[in-house]
């Protein structure tokens, strides 16, 4: 079964860090582009970066100004994310997506079930 | 960065209806447009990719058209399961963007 399992998520305090980790399974992760998208609450969905199947190119959501840094270990098949100097508006839903496999312009074919991110004080 | 709107933001429908969503780029995006449905407490899916391709296992009733800057999503038959959000997404080019999402509820 292809599947996607985020962990990671939890209460940190205004400016603090935390490292979301994406575990993937079923498929050849090594063939995939991923992405990382967050919901807020109350809001809609944001996508927040992009990692190529290599590890590059990468890309992010011009609103993190260099706070978040995706990355990824084909040999451990996971995708992660640490985030630094997180702010209020960073609380969400961060949900981990795989690319179609096909071109990045297909969309996100297979989500995990999303790591919920608290930040407050 | 490439902006989407939706309309509307939300639509109340009964089973069996026929619902139209819009979605519209700041740009040209070819047809590079995704759409997704999501449901409380659940992960998106994938409904329909290239503007108007339906994703495996996307059931017939629904069906996307446009390109450039206009796009549509119809549910022909509203069913049951229907009833959810639904994003679209410009995937012509870094960074992706969302619309700000159309809710589907039971009237």
């Known amino acids: 079964e292809v599947q996607l399992v985020e962990s990671g998520g939890g209460l940190v305090q205004p400016g603090g860090s935390l490292r979301l980790s994406c575990a993937a399974s079923g498929f050849t992760f090594s063939s995939y582009e991923m992405n990382w998208v967050r919901r807020a609450p109350g809001r809609g969905l944001e996508w927040v970066s992009y990692?190529?199947?290599?590890?590059?190119?990468?890309y992010y959501t011009d609103s993190l100004k260099g706070r978040f840094t995706i990355s990824r270990d084909n040999a451990k098949n996971s995708l992660y994310l640490q985030m630094n100097s997180l702010r209020a508006e960073d609380t969400a839903i961060y949900y981990c997506?795989?690319?179609?496999?096909?071109?990045?312009?297909?969309?996100?074919?297979?989500w995990g079930q999303g790591t919920t991110v608290t930040v407050s004080s | 960065d490439i902006q989407m709107t939706q309309s509307p933001s939300s639509v109340s429908a009964s089973v069996g209806d026929r619902v139209t969503i819009t979605c519209r780029a700041s740009?040209?995006?070819?047809?590079?447009l995704v759409w997704y449905q999501q449901k409380p407490g659940k992960a998106p899916k994938v409904l329909i990719y290239a503007a108007s391709s339906l994703h495996s296992g996307v059931p017939s009733r629904l069906s996307g058209s446009g390109s450039g800057t206009d796009f549509t999503l119809t549910i022909s038959g509203l069913q049951p399961e229907d009833f959810a959000t639904y994003y679209c997404?410009?995937?012509?080019?870094?960074?992706?963007?969302f619309g700000p999402g159309t809710k589907v509820d039971i009237k």
């Open positions: 997506a795989r690319g179609d496999g096909t071109t990045y312009q297909y969309g996100m074919d297979v």
């Open positions: 740009q040209d995006i070819s047809s590079w």
């Open positions: 990692i190529a199947s290599s590890g590059s190119p990468i």
């Open positions: 997404q410009q995937a012509h080019s870094f960074p992706f963007t």
